[in-house]
């Protein structure tokens, strides 16, 4: 079994191949696309380290095997492709939330058509699915340094970059709508109504910048509003004089404004409306909070909270 960057690679693209000789109609096209998917992802976790793919255990037996040191009466484990596709949303920010959800979407269909009677993708139609597929391909051969070209062929990457061009165009028509429908409607209410919705939003803002959203104006109303997302990448910390300061970049994932009512869901809906850059969530601990130490003074409520009280298993 290998767990390198190139053979994981060649072997997505070989099944790729396999699929594209498939009509659409064809269920196969489907399992195909779906078993290639998922060498992909685990080439791009190869990418950065083929221990990355080891099933975790106490005695690292797998994560020797990744090391080329494991035992020969040890076979090698590889984690889940659930738990492969979490990595990829974790490890890769060009490996948006939108592709995460679309790639387990195609994962169970093939599990469940591999593992029960039913026919999993005659029911999933291409039309429910291609265009995210293209899309989770297409992130994740940018993490390779790859291009769709090289991994489908001149011929279907030109199919691919169409159907993302027509599905981007209509993520832009929609948000743009949705912003001046939104844009109208506020600016068609009174100057006081305006200014007190304006004041509220930024009451809002503060309160749930404390709760760790990001603040930002809303392109419709330009009042203040505020945007969530998921952390990535390493953490880099700072020690103040009393204090310890942690910085993470996020990838924006949603959008809310309190002022007009505008919703936006998804890196790319937050991209078109100019809200797509990635931030840095700044968080405050104190070196006590941060390290998790114990006050002396309050041992026995420790104690009280972790272990059932001051008397414990040592074992």
């Not at 993302?164 to 028509?173: A, Y």
């Not at 743009?176 to 009174?190: E, L, R, W, Y």
Request: hydrophobic fraction near 35%; charge should be negative; include cysteine.
């Amino acid at each position: 079994m290998s767990w390198e960057r190139d053979p994981l690679y060649a072997k997505a693209k070989l099944f790729f191949e396999r699929a594209f000789e498939e009509t659409r109609d064809d269920p196969k096209f489907g399992l195909w696309c779906s078993l290639g998917l998922e060498l992909l992802a685990r080439a791009a976790l190869a990418s950065i380290s083929p221990t990355l793919l080891a099933e975790p255990d106490r005695e690292h037996k797998y994560l020797l095997h990744a090391l080329n040191r494991g035992s020969e009466l040890t076979s090698r484990k590889s984690v889940g492709s659930i738990q492969v596709f979490t990595l990829c949303r974790k490890l890769f920010p060009k490996f948006t939330e939108e592709d995460f959800k679309a790639a387990l979407a195609l994962i169970n269909r093939r599990n469940e058509e591999l593992h029960s009677g039913a026919a999993a993708f005659d029911e999933y139609r291409p039309s429910q699915w291609l265009a995210s597929f293209y899309r989770a391909c297409h992130s994740l051969s940018s993490v390779l340094g790859e291009t769709l070209e090289n991994l489908f062929g001149i011929e279907e990457a030109n199919v691919a970059t169409e159907i993302l061009k027509s599905s981007l165009n209509d993520v832009n028509q929609r948000v743009k709508s949705s912003i001046g429908a939104h844009d109208k409607v506020f600016h068609n209410k009174t100057d006081e109504e305006q200014k007190a919705l304006a004041a509220k939003a930024v009451a809002l803002g503060t309160e749930l910048a404390i709760q760790r959203h990001h603040r930002v104006i809303c392109p419709a109303c330009k009042s203040v509003a505020t945007v969530q997302g998921r952390p990535f990448g390493k953490e880099h910390i700072t020690l103040g004089d009393t204090e310890i300061i942690v910085r993470q970049a996020v990838s924006p994932t949603s959008f809310s404004c309190s002022a007009c009512g505008l919703k936006l869901e998804g890196y790319a809906e937050l991209e078109v409306a100019g809200l797509g850059g990635q931030y840095t969530r700044r968080t405050t601990y104190l070196p006590e909070e941060y390290y998790g130490l114990v006050d002396p003074d309050d041992l026995d409520s420790y104690f009280e909270d972790y272990y059932g009280g001051p008397e414990y298993d040592n074992e």
